[in-house]
């Protein structure tokens, strides 16, 4: 069993104990054990406001990050540009916002207030709607199809009030291949799109997560399938297709992409399972021209609990950040695991307070309202080229003195480098700080590999890296290229590479000297 699927199988498993009296046995080893019965949603209360500090009264909510936020209002209709998705005019938009859990098993966060607070308060401009398929209560597993149907339109008709886009999310788990329930796919499909056509804020995403041996032809074959139609109903609709092994073989939709426009292809991650070598594989199917969407993901391991890696998570932030990749959180619940937002104590379905949210959903909250994509490379990916501009968006945990330091520059032979501190945080007694690097070939030959030589400060560790292979001896740290970006042209620069350091009393201006 792929760690992936691990706490969110469980809740099969649960509901399937609780429906039919069965004993599961056989679990294989490592998977999470079986939490207890999700307490059951209580009455909406009718609360406003913003999370604050402590249970007294609530302060004003944070302001919005810098720069405007797309939002149906604004950027209308969504469309495909290369690999970015942009608004009805062209422009390059981010979308960042959260998910639902199963729809048939947290009904109660859908509600007006809520998604207010989401738009208004959290700053997210996406809610994501997961409707699982084959699960226990799913729309193809004993599930009210009724009810499940009328949260997905209540869902959409309080975005559409509170001014998020929504994602349509037909959640594929235990079923592994789409093609195996392709014909109640499209009937659904068939029916909701042809009753939010008139919508300009409602994005499709097919199938969820094909696994377990699904193969990219399968999913080619399902999307050639539930794709026409979508387009029948909603000619210009954006459509996020499911890649293989969890959401994670974007490579392979790289190589090989659907024949249709407006589509987009989703990469799910748990950043402390999940590290560089995903990320990597993501940012190179991005600049392969892949547009990509991170439809789910966590900060905790695969399983949708156990530890927490906030390095990696503003690692993979950082990236997305870069990218111009639009995500969205798992998972609106007040479910006892570390990628719920809500404490399990939390009995609210809206009016939550800082005290309210889980570990999670405070990293999240201070994502949404920290700055979003580079506007740099963000226009350069559109444009289907690099930028040549160092530098990126600060993390979410970004000092303002490490966000505005300048670049540092040096050589190593033939090579000029570029370090932009991007970000610098502290967490358990340890200063980190996130590095933005450009290396760029000064000679007049072509190269098929590079490598750099920063100088060091002082004693750190490498708690991550991107896009380069990065070692530390005595005080200088080295890259070297990657497989895929080693070729250089002369005069030509390699982008989107990075890493994060930490170490104890480390220089305010960070520990890399020009």
Known sequence: MNLLIG????????????????????????????????????????????????????DEAPSPAAGAVATPSSAGA?????????????????????STHGLAWYPGYVNPDF????RRDWNANVVHLAMYTAENGGWCEGGNRDELYSLVRDG????????????????????????????????????????????????????????????????????????????????????????????QDVDQAAAAPLDAGNVMYALHFYAATHQADLRDRMAAAVRAGLPVFVSE??????????????ASADAWVATMNELGISYACWNLSNKDEASALFKSTCGKTSGFTADDLSEEGTWLWDVLHSKGESGASAMSAAAGTESTTAGSAASANDSSAAAAGGALHGSTGTFDWTATAA???????????????????????A?????????????????????AIVSIDGAELTLDSVSYNGMLAPQATAQDIGFILSGNALPRSGPITG
């Open 7 to 58: 706490s969110r199988f469980w809740d099969v498993v649960r509901a399937t104990l609780v429906a039919a009296a069965l004993v599961v046995a056989g679990c294989l080893a490592g998977c999470a054990q079986p939490a207890a019965e999700p307490a059951a949603q209580p009455e909406m209360v009718a609360q406003q406001g913003a999370p604050v500090e402590g249970g007294g009264a609530e």
């Open 78 to 98: 969504l469309q495909v540009v290369g690999a970015r998705l942009c608004d009805q005019a062209g422009n390059p938009v981010q979308l960042r916002g959260v």
């Open 297 to 310: 993901f966590g900060i905790c391991d695969a399983s949708g609990n156990g530890s927490i890696d906030r």
């Open 156 to 247: 959409v008709s309080f975005a559409t009030e509170a001014d998020p886009y929504a994602i349509v999310d037909w959640h594929v788990l235990s079923d592994a291949n789409p093609l195996a329930h392709a014909d109640e796919a499209a009937e659904f499909f068939g029916r909701i799109s042809a009753d939010l056509s008139a919508n300009n804020n409602v994005i499709y995403e097919i199938c969820n997560e094909p696994n377990n041996g699904t193969t990219w032809e399968d999913v080619k074959a399902y999307a050639a399938r539930i794709i026409p139609i979508i387009r029948a109903n909603d000619p210009d609709a954006v459509i996020i297709v499911g890649t293989p092994t969890w959401c």
């Open 423 to 445: 970000g610098r945080w502290e967490t358990g007694g340890q200063t980190f700080f996130r590095y933005v690097i450009t290396v760029t070939n000064k000679g007049d030959s």
């Open 447 to 467: 190269v098929t590999s590079w490598n750099a030589r920063l100088p060091l400060s002082g004693t750190v560790t490498i708690s991550d890296s991107w896009n």
């Open 115 to 118: 998604f207010t607070e989401l």
